[in-house]
Structure formats: C-alpha cells, structure tokens
C-alpha cells in the first residue's frame, strides 16, 4: 500500500527552529508525528527510554512555541499533539539569505546529526541488526559527486519519497521503527594550495 502523501507544515521562524534543534525535543516530535501526532506523556515516555518527568520541560518549550498543543483528558493523564491536526509532517522552510534563518538552521542541523550519530551507535550494538540485503536496517554512507540539474531534481524527488516512507505513524503492517537523517549541501571548488617551498 502506498503512503499516503500529506502536506506538510513548514517552519520558518528562527526561534521555532531553535527550540526544535535540541536533540530531546527533536525526537518528541518525530515520536509524536511516528505515535499518529498524539500521545500522553507516558507513553511518550516508553517510546524515548526517558522518564515521563524528565519530558515536561521539553514539552513546555514546545507548547510555548506553538509546536505542539495539550489536549484535555477526562482521566487526568496529561496529552500532547502535534499543534494544527497532528497529522501533516513538520518541515523546516529555508531562508538562508542575510538575515533569513541560516543560522538556527544551522543548529538544527547540529541538533539533528547527533540524535543520527546516537541512532547509529544503538544500532551497532544491537543483537540481530541487519547490515545488507533488502531489509537493511543500518547504513550510514557520505557520497561526494557531480550531478546535472536533472539529477538533482530526481534526489530531490528520492529523498521527499523517503521522508514520506520513513514518517509513517505506526499500524498493524509497519512493526519496524527506525530513524533516517541526510544533509544535501552543494560544494565549491576549493583553490588548490600552494605547496610551501
């Protein structure tokens, strides 16, 4: 069954960033999004391996930000949503000319490179990882090439079928949950240096 293809909620606020570029708040919300876009506290929780209190300030910060809202519940057990429907994915907007957001881009990029390098190191201990073959489930690679403006295009349009593949909520046919991070970055030419005589 193909996934479904929802619009996402595009971020551009620098301040909104930088609350998302701590790698605990960051994973909030990639578990919110993964949970459906609502989950209580508790099994927030369960999800991360951290202790519900330990949580509260980070759901604050986001709740003041605007990312993510709580829900009354009659049974007294705190929840929390995604803010707008829970449902679209959140992305950031990239406004990297001067005075845009590149700089909170920036250390959301740092924030999101940990929890990758984190992810990546679990993964490596884990009994049973799959390493190769169809059903990998580790792979960490940097590549280095030229590409035409098609290509580029077609990266582009892998990497948003990824993202949608890679953010689907959890259900009776997806029991694997796992964690996928890239940076694309265009490189300059650098000047070759001069040999010192």
Known sequence: MKP??????????PKRIRVLASPVRHEIVDTLSALGGTATVARLAEH???????????????????????????????????AGSGKAPLRLAYRVERGGNG??????????LKVAQRDFTQALATPGVVASGPRRQLWAARNKGWVSGEDLAEVNSLLERLCTLTSQKLDANREELVSFAFVLAPLSRRPRRRQSK
């Open 103 to 112: 700089s909170a881009l920036e250390t959301y990029a740092r924030g999101l």
């Open 48 to 82: 991360l391996g951290r202790h519900a209190d330990g949580l509260y300030y980070h759901l604050r910060l986001l709740k003041k930000s605007g990312l993510v809202e709580e829900l009354s519940s009659g049974d007294g057990e705190r929840v929390f949503r995604l």
């Open 4 to 13: 479904a293809r929802l619009r996402p909620r595009q971020i551009d606020d």
